[in-house]
């Protein structure tokens, strides 16, 4: 199983960025994934996930500014975001979680105020 997460950048206060993670080696219809971002010297926090039915859920914090969606005919799950704050910075990590979890390499969010 294999997640290559791109789509990052640096952007201001206010922008908008779509990160995309593409699976490859799983049957990627059938499972959950989720989008987790990890600030320095902070936890990894889960953002965002969607599930085989594509019910989704966020973090209280981009409720409102996040939207998941995946694709399954791309194999492919999206992380749409407006109106960034300087908070988002990040590593954003995609996981697909089968017999175990599998992370993806991480594509870093710079939010400037």
């Known amino acids: 199983v294999q997640l290559q997460a791109s789509g990052g950048g640096l952007v201001q206060a206010g922008g908008s960025l779509r990160l995309s993670c593409a699976a490859s080696?799983?049957?990627?219809?059938?499972?959950?994934i989720g989008w987790y971002r990890q600030a320095p010297g902070k936890q990894r926090e889960l953002v965002a996930g969607?599930?085989?039915?594509?019910?989704?859920n966020y973090a209280d914090s981009v409720k409102g500014r996040f939207t998941i969606s995946r694709d399954n005919a791309r194999n492919t799950v999206y992380l749409e975001m407006n109106g960034l704050k300087p908070e988002d910075t990040a590593v954003y990590y995609c996981?697909?979680?089968?017999?175990?979890?599998?992370w993806g390499q991480g594509t870093q969010v710079t939010v400037s105020s």
């Open positions: 996981k697909i979680t089968t017999f175990r979890d599998f």
């Open positions: 080696g799983v049957a990627f219809r059938l499972y959950y």
């Open positions: 969607i599930s085989s039915g594509s019910s989704t």
